[in-house]
């Protein structure tokens, strides 16, 4: 079993969701190999959301919420084109009537390769029609939060091009949305993942892995499970004083410079690569706020 199928991660349930309403857009899947996207609706999920996947293949969307149903958790299944404003408008409007309530909205879908206007139209202009689609309910949360999802090629130069440019416009719309949006209780935070395995990411094989862990300070390699994780702290009451921040998952590929990272391949022994621990969902008890962030009399 590679690290990034289900296996462990999404056995068992926990409540660190219960009772809302999540959004994940990208969400679709193709097999139990997944990408960073499914694996977070999914997680949000067992975790007790009722989580709607946005995607704009419906077949992918479905596949994704078979594995969630194979686990436990309940999801929908949303197609939309999110660079389609009136599309987009419309999924949002259909999860928030299924679900009754929109709390936390997953911003990661994107393009790397394509001519510069479909880029930033999937990767900005997409973030900015869903977020705009969902504040009118998210200002009814009590646990609002939306967790966009940007790219370490925003912040350090990786020959991105567009794909860095567009990724580097959601960093400055989160910061724009959470100051904008602050007054209203929704939280707005940015995830930025380093390289991991994923299924576009393991496109290089082999090599590509090898690269990836000598790149970062740990010495391994992430998965998209770690994302997952890294939203799900960010959706849930254990963050509900945190907005406006940036969150590398990168195992601090962006923190050292390059001549300090070569020194440390070179100096150093290599860790051997290996296989992130499966990590089982145990219910967290919530005891300083309940499921909805709201922090109970004293």
């Avoid at 999937?122 to 009590?142: C, F, I, N, Q, W």
């Avoid at 100051?179 to 290089?204: A, F, K, S």
């Avoid at 998965?223 to 940036?246: K, Q």
Wanted: charged share 20%.
């Amino acid at each position: 079993m590679t690290s990034t199928e289900p296996g462990g991660y999404l056995d068992g349930r926990g409540n660190r969701l219960a009772g809302l309403g999540a959004l994940v857009s990208g969400a679709g899947s193709s097999g139990d190999f997944l990408g960073t996207r499914a694996a977070t609706a999914a997680l949000f999920a067992v975790q007790g959301a009722l989580t709607g996947v946005l995607d704009v293949s419906p077949e992918r969307a479905a596949a994704t919420c078979e594995l969630i149903k194979r686990h436990g958790g309940t999801a929908i299944a949303l197609t939309a084109d999110i660079t389609d404003a009136d599309a987009v408008r419309a999924a949002v409007e259909a999860f928030t009537a299924a679900a009754g309530r929109l709390d936390v909205v997953v911003n990661n879908t994107g393009i790397s390769a394509g001519e510069w206007d479909q880029v930033f139209a999937v990767d900005a202009k997409g973030t900015m029609l869903v977020s705009e689609a969902a504040h009118p309910h998210l200002v009814r949360s009590p646990a609002a939060s939306v967790i966009n999802v940007s790219t370490v090629a925003a912040l350090r130069g990786f020959g991105g091009g567009a794909y860095a440019a567009s990724k580097g416009a959601v960093l400055s719309m989160t910061t724009d949305y959470a100051y904008r949006w602050g007054p209203d209780g929704i939280r707005v935070n940015c995830l930025v993942p380093g390289h991991l395995n994923t299924p576009i990411g393991n496109q290089g094989g082999a090599g590509a892995r090898e690269a990836r862990r000598k790149a970062n300070l740990l010495g391994t390699e992430g998965d998209a499970w770690d994302l997952a994780w890294a939203a799900l702290f960010l959706a849930g009451p254990e963050s509900r004083f945190i907005t406006g921040v940036t969150l590398p998952v990168d195992a601090g590929t962006t923190m050292a410079t390059g001549l300090a990272m070569l020194g440390r391949r070179t100096s150093c022994s290599p860790r051997a690569t290996r296989e992130p621990t499966l990590r089982p969902v145990h219910t967290i008890p919530v005891t300083d706020h309940d499921a909805h962030g709201n922090k109970p009399d004293r």
